[in-house]
């Protein structure tokens, strides 16, 4: 049987070029077509497109494609004449699909109602996975999250229907969980609102995570615009053995690019350790891990937290296998037609290469307070010790969208079992998240549901939950220093429960388990010996289970609800007078004149992430109510005046106050107002109520040392002006009681430094030079207010 493109290539010869090549793609086309999901029996996958596009982009560039190169460019709006240069062109894309989670589809939503369009043109999707808060386990937590958040779930159900987009109802499960089994594949480009959307790079896809004004771009079927990424190649050789797992890969390679090392890249994870099929087992005594989809998802997922724009790994037999488990046969039989786009060229050149030998990797354990600080094991123990850190575990926690997978489970549940049969129990709490209602219904019917709860744990409903702050946590009291172990993503700063003094490590599943069962991080299963019930003593043996279960998934209760065919009729109601949702108002246009003597909210001492600036936990409930969610503007930030967060000196009055408070005098005070921030600011989520709230409080700029890709888009998409210090030295000298002037903009073009005067009190004056990376669209985007004044300026033009 010859590969698609060799048939192709036969009929075009055959026809002597009789016919144009996109008539002979569409004949084969009606004869393979393949749906690129079950939920979506119409909208097909389109790997000719793909193929045709990678044609004509590596005629133009003369050379051999990255992977992440050819499914990037192969979605180019126009392939013949975009300008393609790693890390400097924007490029406009045709993106296949949007995902969106519930805390930050409301925004979105709320946008694309107000740009006026009927339906969305690309396939979409809501998932309800961030509203559910833990509390005393999954049924109950549940209910009680329907019944809280009922307000908030009806408009998303009515605005999906109204807009044809798909409904995952509240219990589903986790979003990334989601896609990977039902709408990642190899080749598909897919944006969600929610940082860790990567997790589908697992599958093969270009999955990145984005702000909701860039959803809205793709649901309104605008071209979607992203620097051109630089591609850092990540070589595996070796296999994992023993204890080490694929988090310990992404553990390592956040310890080697930190959280900023990444930022503007593709991580690209290719060589020997991705293509051999290792050993599942034992051999010679040494338990082995093949390295399937849900351990590759793992990597790609937890590339966030290095700034990277996404993450991926090449076609291979174990996405075979995963979309054969997961009903997309078909799928899988039409990436085998066309592995050479789904695979990177042999002699491709990457921006950076990193190598990590598999065999040689060790359990990892990152943190406290930031995912980049890495340590073996092995090593944390004495390391907390030497810092002061707390020791004794109070709670474990396994799931997330980082690791909640059937085999993350399996493998927890065979450290449990060997617990369990010599008479021990986790000596610190633990709960269990899996990662959706699938995954949940089969380790129920395959019994490690039942060994988890056996040895302490308590199952929680399917969603972020801790991972993301909706934990009502009871065991301690707000500032009382304590240590936790999960397999999450993040450990910010109270990220997982709101105390500061809460010291967060993440590691893997099966780490987690043990260590919950120890008590301590002063244990180290690969070395270290338990004692049993009987008073001997023993030793864990490395876990073993399936990445795949031997029957197929169990997928559960049905909880995802069709659009209609014409949802013209569906009526979406937001009540004016409710407190968590909130129509939009169109955001003021530039009035053409420079940034005049603008104060200075807040200088920010040290890392500034999303959750600094736009704390999750408790205030998601208002993450539909612009005006409600802007009571909690940076108050997680530290001021440099004073070294204390959500404590600013109010200029007018000399006053310190809450940071929120301070920006609604000024707004009322019709005062414009800057914020000055240290390096990446705006890490973490890609929650864009982080951009929306500074906007609506009446800031205008924000200067720094650098920015995260994602958070300083969504400053842009809300017509703020994100700026970085030519020198990053003059961060020192900008102080808290100085008064910024921005001059320039009437000539603000993309390239050119924009000019800054420092006002100080005693009359005195500095400038200095800013930097920016505004395209042209983008600068319209500014000068209209935001993008989505912008696209409604170019619908009224165009209609």
């Known amino acids: 049987q010859h590969p698609y493109s060799l048939t192709l290539s036969f009929f075009q010869h055959a026809l002597n070029g009789g016919i144009r090549r996109y008539h002979v793609a569409s004949v084969l086309c009606q004869r393979a077509k393949v749906a690129m999901s079950h939920f979506e029996p119409n909208e097909y996958i389109n790997y000719e497109k793909l193929e045709k596009n990678i044609n004509i982009v590596r005629k133009r560039l003369d050379r051999p494609l990255t992977l992440s190169e050819k499914i990037v460019y192969g979605h180019l709006d126009d392939p013949a004449k975009q300008e393609i240069e790693r890390g400097k062109t924007y490029l406009r894309l045709r993106p296949d699909r949007v995902a969106m989670q519930d805390a930050t589809a409301q925004m979105a939503m709320l946008q694309f109602i107000s740009s006026g369009l009927p339906k969305v043109a690309v396939p979409s999707t809501i998932h309800c996975d961030h509203l559910i808060e833990a509390q005393s386990g999954g049924e109950k937590d549940l209910r009680r999250a329907k019944d809280i958040n009922q307000e908030v779930y009806n408009f998303l159900s009515t605005a999906g229907a109204k807009y044809g987009v798909g409904f995952w109802k509240p219990g589903s499960g986790i979003i990334h969980q989601i896609i990977l089994e039902n709408y990642s594949y190899p080749g598909v480009m897919l944006i969600g609102t929610d940082s860790h959307t990567p997790n589908g790079g697992g599958l093969g896809g270009i999955c990145i995570g984005v702000g909701g004004a860039d959803a809205v771009d793709v649901m309104a079927g605008i071209p979607w615009e992203l620097k051109c990424p630089k591609v850092i190649g990540v070589k595996l050789t070796g296999k994992l053995s023993g204890w080490s797992s694929p988090k310990d890969v992404i553990l390592k390679v956040a310890g080697i690019l930190t959280v900023k090392g990444g930022t503007g890249a593709i991580i690209e994870y290719h060589g020997p350790g991705v293509d051999s099929i290792s050993c599942t087992g034992k051999t010679a005594g040494i338990s082995c891990l093949e390295l399937g989809v849900v351990g590759m998802a793992t990597i790609c997922n937890m590339g966030a937290e290095i700034g990277a724009t996404t993450s991926i790994f090449p076609y291979n037999t174990r996405m075979k296998k995963y979309l054969d488990k997961t009903g997309r046969a078909d799928i899988a039989a039409l990436a085998d037609e066309f592995q050479q786009y789904l695979v990177p060229d042999a002699g491709c050149q990457y921006d950076q290469v990193i190598e990590i030998n598999l065999s040689e990797l060790k359990p990892h354990i990152n943190g406290p307070f930031t995912p980049d600080l890495a340590h073996p094991v092995s090593d944390v123990g004495a390391v907390a010790e030497k810092e002061g850190w707390p020791v004794d575990i109070r709670v474990g926690l396994i799931g997330s969208c980082t690791n909640s997978s059937y085999e993350d489970m399996g493998r927890s549940a065979a450290v449990a079992k060997q617990a369990l049969a010599h008479g021990l129990k986790c000596k610190s709490k633990f709960t269990v998240t899996p990662g959706s209602e699938q995954i949940r219904a089969t380790i129920e ?263 995260a890709r994602i958070h300083e888009t969504n400053l842009k998409k809300q017509g703020l002006l994100p700026l970085t210090f030519a020198d990053p030295a003059d961060y020192n000298k900008i102080h808290p009681v100085d008064k910024l002037s921005i001059v320039g903009l009437a000539d603000f073009a993309p390239g050119k430094p924009l000019k800054c005067i420092i006002k100080h009190p005693n009359g005195s004056q500095e400038t200095i030079m800013l930097n920016h990376t505004f395209n042209e669209s983008q600068i319209e985007w500014f000068q209209a207010g935001s993008a989505l004044n912008r696209m409604k300026e170019l619908q009224q033009k165009s209609s």
Request: proline share 6%.
């Open 445 to 707: 019917r395959d019994g490690y549901a039942q060994i988890l709860r056996d040895v302490g744990g308590l199952i929680l409903a399917n969603a972020c939950g801790p991972c993301i702050g909706q934990w009502d946590r009871k065991d301690i009291k707000k500032g009382e220093k304590n240590t936790i172990v999960t397999s999450y993503n993040r450990n910010f700063t109270g990220r997982n429960d709101a105390n500061p003094e809460t010291h967060a490590f993440v590691t893997s599943p099966e780490i987690v388990t043990a260590l919950s069962i120890a008590g301590t991080l002063k244990f180290n299963p690969e070395t270290d010996f338990l004692t049993g019930a009987d008073g001997k003593k023993f030793k864990l043996e490395a876990p073993d289970a399936d990445e795949l279960p031997r029957l197929d998934f169990d997928p559960g209760q049905d909880t995802y609800q069709y659009p209609p065919k014409d949802g013209s009729g569906q009526h979406v109601d937001v009540s004016p007078t409710s407190q968590r949702l909130q129509l939009l108002e169109p955001f003021d246009k530039w009035d053409g004149k420079d940034l005049e003597d603008m104060l200075i909210l807040i200088k920010v001492k040290g890392k500034c992430t999303t959750d600094h600036i736009s704390a999750a936990g408790p205030w998601l409930k208002f993450r539909g109510h612009l005006d409600n969610i802007s009571n909690n503007l940076l108050i997680g930030a530290i001021n440099i005046e004073n070294g204390k967060a959500n404590s600013v000196r109010n200029a007018l009055t000399q006053e310190f106050g809450p940071v929120p408070d301070t920006a609604r005098y000024y707004k009322k005070m019709g005062v414009k107002w800057a914020v000055i921030g240290d390096e990446n600011y705006g890490e973490g989520s890609s929650r864009e109520h982080a951009a929306l709230e500074p906007r609506h409080l009446g800031g205008r700029v924000i200067i720094t040392k650098s920015f």
